[in-house]
């Protein structure tokens, strides 16, 4: 924002009377931006922090450089592979040694710590990935830690975590730190259920292979031991029930539960102009008033030099005109699913059919929004509430009734069996303490670091690690320096995953679980409450209107297995 533009506003918001809520919002967030960037301070002030923006900015680049050019690479015999898919170690390149070349990167590493039996291979394996651009990236890190919160004291913020949240639906450092200590208490007994089992397992499995059982679980045993647990307990074969979610099957269900829930009525057009011949294009009107709400696109498949990734973009906002009338929403959602061949039809992995339904809720979210401005259009909310309406929206993929609408058999039209639903519905809480630790540990790490002036990045992590997995980091590692969120504009963020999942599991379970997942009644409440708002109120106040009450963690428990009242 330019100085003169700011001075303006700040000089109109001094004037302006009888302003509506959102336009006296809109007026008061631009202040806060302004104010933000420093454009109230002397101008010397402003010098400063451009010049220490233009510093972590350099610093985040090269952070990044360093971890997208690491290549690291590993060199094992077969045997000391033992485990891993035949296919896979068939696919690794040979060293000249003959031994099989294993690289730090996710497709070679996560295979290998999922089934690697030999424990010294991973915990090889677990050291090298864990301390990626340790040297270089450790001390980015933690200087960008120094400059943020320089930042911080020239505007007047007493840490840069207060700084970030304060445009943040938590508000405040002590609001995330009570929300994650308050749940790492609360899955701690989970946890411990599960680290049982792990031993038990490894155990059994040192017996066996003839290792010295050291009675812990090591950070080169976690991912081991969880698709041990996900294999054994909750045996999903994933390639058979990929026959049952042919795309046509799971796109007709999926709009049709969006339809029914929010009262809307999609029709496609007919030869559209879209920008490659895969693509859909669909009006959206409200079923009730015939009334055009927006437009939008589904791009489902690859192709060369296309967005690697699912998301969903806004590409016009819903909103007032100067004229008076409504401009409005279009959006596009872009996805990368397999396309159909001559005799085989595209055929969903289950995760795919969750992303889907997750990225079409932000989709909603667009066009169903009714605020004024812009700046409040669909998704523009708090972003640790951005993710909550679709992540609630996800919970349709664990349900009988609408995955048996999204679902029959591409050859015969037959139903998902009920052993392979209920195996499926059932695999969705394995290994929830820990994973959902681990991510209170990186949270916890995040906001610990942005509390400080300084920090020794690999000591706090460390000490954190041990403190709330109960497995301290292994020596001479730093896995901070590969936390390429923590450089990439989501620092003093990392909570917002939980914190969004929290309160749309409150959502789910507090009003569809109880009066119908397919309930238009219910449907109607949340797109009133949740979606037509955009951000031009709080977020907060939106939960307070859906749920009709402060909203609460109970319902979030109970869907990883605790037992909660809700």
Known sequence: MRQDVFDVIVAYEKKAKD???????????????????????????????????????????????????????????????????????????????????????????????????????????????????????????????????????????????????????????VAVSTFLEDLAKKLNPLKDDEMKLFLQYKKEECKKLGYDFDNKINMWDMRYYTTMVEERKYSVDQSKLQEYFPMEVVTTGLLGIYQELLGLKFEEISKPHVWNDDVQLFNVKDIKSNKLIGYFYLDLFPREGKFGHAACFGLQPGCLLSDGSRQVAVAA????????????????????????FHEFGHVMHQLCATSDFAMFAGTSVERDFVE??????????????????????????????????????KSRKANAGVFNLRQILLGTFDQTIHTSKKADTAKVFSEISQKILGIAATPNTNMSASFGHLADGYDAQYYGYLWSEVFSMDMFYSRFKKEGIMSSKVGKAYRDYILAPGGSIDASEMLKNFLGREPNNEAFLKSKGLQAKV
């Open 19 to 173: 302003l509506k809520p959102e336009a006296k919002r809109y007026v008061e967030k631009l202040i806060k931006i302004g104010k933000r960037n420093g454009l109230h301070l002397p101008k010397a002030t402003q010098d400063k922090i451009k010049d220490i923006k233009k510093r972590m900015s350099d610093l985040a680049i090269d952070f990044n450089k360093n971890l997208n050019e690491e290549n690291t690479i590993l060199e094992f015999s077969v045997g000391e592979l033992a485990g891993c898919p035949e296919d896979f170690v068939k696919s690794l390149d040979k060293a000249d040694s003959g031994k099989c070349k294993v690289s730090l990167k996710y497709p070679h590493y996560f295979p290998c710590m999922k089934k690697c039996n030999n424990l010294n291979t991973r915990k090889t394996l677990e050291i090298a990935f864990n301390s990626r651009c340790m040297k270089e990236n450790s001390a980015i890190l933690e200087e960008l830690v120094e400059l943020r919160q320089q930042k911080c004291d020239l505007l007047g913020f007493d840490t840069h975590a207060s700084f970030v949240l304060d445009m943040r639906m938590a508000k405040t450092v």
């Open 333 to 356: 959602m872009v996805a990368n699913f397999t396309k159909p061949t001559a005799d085989k039809p595209s055929l969903l992995m289950h995760d795919e059919v969750e992303t889907f």
């Open 388 to 425: 909550a309406p679709s992540q609630m929206l996800e919970n349709w993929c664990w349900e009988e009734e609408p995955l048996r609408r999204m679902s029959k058999h591409y050859k015969d039209g037959s139903p998902i069996p009920n052993d392979m639903l209920e195996k499926l519905i």
